[in-house]
Structures are given as structure tokens and as C-alpha cells.
């Protein structure tokens, strides 16, 4: 039943013409070559139908073997990802065993958690004087917070150490004498 391309006619291989079906052709050009006697008989022209799609597939899969990839020479994939799993499976069946004892016994499980987060210093240039100065009259600003008409009733009675804004010296010296005077 397998017919090889090569044995058939060239014009046969490529044809649009498909005549499978039993319906009556639409247009004339179309009823014209429904009309001429077909060369092959319906099964042969099934099988070079399969075969132009054999071909096709077996051309595809040549061409993506002869790519070359990125993960070519290079070492296995997916290391880190076993060794992870590897420790972790054997983890999580060690807890399995821990929980069913613990249920046994009528333990209740207690989690207890204690991290530790620390954030090391980034090393920035000192501002100029431009910044500095514009990050003091922010700090000013923000000190009288927002400005309501005065016919509203809802601007607080201003005092003069409410605007208060201490420089960073300061500030600095504050905190040290809180902290060294509760510890």
C-alpha cells in the first residue's frame, strides 16, 4: 500500500486539484478537472496524500536535529533543583513520622519561630548643600501638616514649639540619651 513519491509523476506530487470528495464541483474550471479521468485511483492518491505528509514530518525532524541548541555540551539541567528535593522529600517524611508519634502520645504540635533580619548600611555620598536644604524645608513644612480656610473651624490653635525642627545632630543626641538611660 506504500507508495514512494519518487514513483509517481512530478505533476501528480503537487497538484491543488483534490478530487476525494463526491460532491458536485461549484465552478466550471473545477467541474472541468472533476470531469478527466483521474491518473491514480482513490487509495493511491490516499497513500501519496500520507506519504507528502511523512516526508514532511521526517524533513521536519532532520532539520530540528541538525539545530544546534543552547543546552548543547552543557553540564545536566536541573541539579539544584534534585539536590533541593532530594533533602527536602527526606525532610518532610521524617516530620510525617514525627506528627503521627506526636498524635499517637496526644502531643499537641507548638511552632516556635525565631528569625533574625538584619540590613547592612548602604554607603551613599553625602547631599550638597542644595539637598540638604530642601530636605530642611520639607521637614519645616511637613511640621504644620494641612492648611484649612480658618471659616471651616478645623485648623487646630498654633503654638510656636510645634514648629520646631530639630537638625540632625540633635536628633542623634536624643536618641543616644534615651537609649543610655533605659539601659
Known sequence: NNITTAALAPSLLFSTTRTFSAAKPKTAKKAA???????LSYQARKDLAKQ???DAYARKQARLDSLKTRRDDKTDRGILKRTFMEWYSKEIEYH???ERKARQEGKPWKIRVAALVERLPVVTPDMEEWEREFVDLQEYLMTF???YPPETGL???EKEEDHVVMSDEEMLGEFVCLFVCLF
Open 96 to 98: 510525617a513520622i514525627l
Open 33 to 39: 478537472a472533476a470531469d478527466t479521468p483521474p491518473t
Open 145 to 147: 501638616g494641612k492648611v
Open 155 to 157: 485648623m487646630p490653635e
Open 52 to 54: 507528502k505528509r511523512r
